[in-house]
């Protein structure tokens, strides 16, 4: 089965740490069992995904930096040969209670912030963590040194379909049979 959204064992949760103390260091070794598709791109982890989350105390809120370290399979979406990307990612969060007051104005808050009922013990970090793993995924990659993209004259293994434009639609929209 493709992974296309957040597998149920994707599954994050990190500790808030007590007001006042250094803050939390939480890191997982993720791995997943199959290949990702997002966009019609074939993504697959090579080697665990680091994951770190350091949770800190920010006034009323709870900030999480995260860091996303790893590298992972795909094809070059010119030519469809398999490339290897490293991915060394940063994101910042912050997880800020409910206001009491419902006119309250977060306009001018600059970094992403996750609004929660309350700050409890835990924070359930799962779907931001999906968020910035699908947004650290390159969009359209491509090989680093140049490459031709498919055209007619492109030599074609055996088993790849013989117009080079039904393999993109093959490898985007998966086989028919
Ligand atoms: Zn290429």
């Known amino acids: ?74 094809e070059c979406s010119r030519c469809l040969s398999t490339l290897e990307v490293a991915l060394d990612e940063n994101f910042g969060y912050c997880y800020v209670p409910q206001p009491d007051d419902e006119e309250s104005d977060d306009a001018d808050l600059s970094e992403d912030v996750m609004v929660v009922t309350r700050i409890g013990k835990t924070i359930d970090i799962s779907q931001v963590l999906w968020e910035c793993f699908v947004v650290s995924m390159p969009p359209f990659p491509q090989c680093p040194e140049g490459c031709d993209s498919i055209g007619p004259f492109t030599t074609r293994e055996e088993g790849e379909a013989a117009d080079p434009r039904f393999q993109i639609l093959a490898d985007k929209f998966g086989s028919f049979t």
């Open 1 to 74: 089965m493709t992974i296309r959204e957040m597998p149920e064992s994707w599954r994050f949760v990190v500790e808030v740490p007590e007001e006042g103390s250094e803050g939390t260091h939480r890191q997982w070794d993720v791995t997943l069992p199959d290949d990702i598709s997002l966009g019609g791109i074939p993504y697959r982890l090579k080697s665990p995904l680091v994951v770190s989350v350091d949770l800190s105390r920010s006034g009323e809120g709870v900030r999480a930096d995260i860091r996303l370290v790893g590298s992972i399979k795909t």
